[in-house]
């Protein structure tokens, strides 16, 4: 394993004890507000954006690879969301990283280096397959480095790539540099603390969002435009 990788996984050698704080630290489902409180976000050229440019609602999702909770709404809500909004140009989706963790960061760093029109999917088969990647492979009751490296080099098949490739990925210093700034930003300008947060057109929803719930916000949205 290659230094860069080594340096990347630093306080993640052994990530069970850590990964659990995912139930702890990541939101669990809240209730949508009235939409009162907003604030502004700004769209950057370096988003990673999924739907069309000129949808009427954006929602921003913070969320981090490790999330339990994160992946639950990836598997039991986006695939509605997407289905009767995003691919009807109602919704784009802008998505960003908020890693809780060492191996959450890394596979981020996997991720972004998909090519822009497979990110989406790939960061789909990171969520869906959460417990296949973050698993300890020896059953010795914890996740080494190595583990997440060998966890992340299968998924990096998805993508055509080899474990050459992925361990370049995920130890790419300015790749995870920008990762680190989104986290820090996150925290300093919208005092985000936890993973999912949303930003529904710049309202803050911390935590799952259930199908209905969302369905209803976003036609409450749509009408009064």
């Given at each position: 394993m290659n230094k860069s990788v080594v340096y990347g996984l630093v306080g993640v050698a052994v990530v069970l004890a850590v990964v659990a704080g995912y139930f702890m630290f990541?939101?669990?489902?809240?209730?949508?507000?009235?939409?009162?409180?907003?604030?502004?976000?700004?769209?950057?050229?370096?988003?990673?954006?999924?739907?069309?440019?000129?949808?009427?609602?954006?929602?921003v999702e913070y969320a981090s690879m490790t999330c339990s909770h994160c992946a639950r709404f990836e598997r039991?809500?986006?695939p509605q969301l997407v289905h009767?909004?995003?691919?009807?140009?109602?919704?784009?989706?802008?998505?960003?990283?908020f890693p809780l963790d060492g191996a959450a960061r890394?596979?981020?760093?996997?991720?972004?280096?998909?090519?822009?029109?497979?990110y989406f999917s790939f960061i789909d088969l990171l969520f869906l397959?959460?417990?296949?990647?973050?698993?300890?492979?020896?059953?010795?009751?914890?996740?080494?480095?190595?583990?997440?490296?060998?966890?992340?080099?299968?998924?990096?098949?998805?993508?055509g790539f080899n474990r050459e490739k992925v361990e370049s990925c995920i130890g790419d210093q300015s790749t995870l540099a920008y990762i680190d700034q989104t986290q820090a930003d996150a925290q300093a300008r919208y005092?985000?603390?936890?993973?999912?947060?949303f930003f529904i057109n710049g309202e803050e929803q911390k935590g799952e969002i259930h199908?209905?719930?969302?369905?209803?916000k976003l036609k409450t949205?749509?009408?009064?435009k």
């Open positions: 990541s939101g669990s489902s809240g209730s949508l507000g009235d939409g009162s409180d907003r604030v502004s976000i700004d769209i950057k050229p370096t988003d990673r954006i999924h739907g069309s440019p000129n949808a009427p609602i954006t929602i039991e809500v986006m009767d909004y995003v691919d009807t140009g109602k919704v784009k989706i802008v998505f960003r990283d890394l596979a981020s760093a996997l991720a972004l280096c998909v090519p822009q029109d497979k397959n959460q417990k296949s990647w973050l698993a300890d492979l020896n059953n010795d009751q914890k996740v080494s480095a190595d583990e997440i490296v060998e966890g992340l080099a299968q998924m990096g098949r998805f993508a005092g985000i603390n936890s993973t999912p947060t199908w209905e719930d969302l369905d209803k949205i749509l009408a009064q």
